[in-house]
Each structure stands twice: as structure tokens, then as C-alpha cells.
């Protein structure tokens, strides 16, 4: 079993800053890619960034210069470090992972979600 837990979410003030947490844990080989998606109220849940295990990244065009994101390879840890957030960036964000078990191959993982709100 594999298991992701992310954490960090609040409520915040336009401009303000939240630092999102994405812990794995079970039974892991390795973690080939971890990403954080969003998914607004009636939306679709939409790529935010990407890192692979070897730390190159990719942001979707919205939060570039904003956001980064980051991993702790030997903590199975994503960050998402969010900087002048705007209203548009509520949403409930998820935490990604395509994990690689003992005698099984890759797959994709999800993590519940945690709430980030910004709002005046």
C-alpha cells in the first residue's frame, strides 16, 4: 500500500503565501514523479507543476514565477511553495505521485486533497 498525504492548506489574503506539504509512505521502490493538481468548484482538476526525481520542473502558465515546487527524495516529500497568491488560485489541491513498488511496476498515486482558499 502506498499512501500520500498532503498538508499546508489554509486561508489566505491575496498576495499572501502558503507552503503545501506532500508526505509518501508505504511500500515504495522509488518515486519517479510527483506533481500537484487543482480542482476549482465546477471545474476539471488541472496540472500546477511537476518535478522529476532527477529535480526538473514544470509549471502550468498560471502560476509561473509564483509557485515552485520542490522534493526531499530521501523523505518520499513534495513541497509547493505558493507566493503572491491570487483569488483565482482557490482551490483543492492533490498531491500526484507515480510510485514504483517492490515486484510491481509504476503507478499513479493520489492524495486526498487539502483546501487553499484566497479571499480578501
Known amino acids: 500500500q502506498v499512501q500520500l498525504v498532503e498538508s499546508g492548506g489554509g486561508l489566505v489574503q491575496p498576495g499572501g503565501s502558503l507552503r503545501l506539504s506532500c508526505a509518501a509512505s508505504g511500500s515504495i521502490l522509488r518515486i519517479n514523479r510527483m506533481g500537484w493538481y487543482r480542482q476549482a468548484p465546477g471545474n476539471k482538476r488541472d496540472l500546477v507543476a511537476v518535478?522529476?526525481?532527477?529535480?526538473?520542473?514544470r509549471y502550468a502558465d498560471s502560476v509561473k514565477g509564483r509557485f515552485t515546487i520542490s522534493r526531499d527524495n530521501a523523505k518520499n516529500t513534495a513541497y509547493l511553495q505558493m507566493d503572491s497568491l491570487k483569488s483565482e488560485d482557490t482551490a483543492v489541491y492533490y498531491c500526484n505521485a507515480a510510485v514504483t513498488r517492490p515486484d510491481w511496476g509504476s503507478r499513479d498515486y493520489w492524495g486526498q486533497g487539502t483546501q487553499v482558499t484566497v479571499s480578501s
Open positions: 518535478i522529476a526525481s532527477g529535480g526538473i520542473t
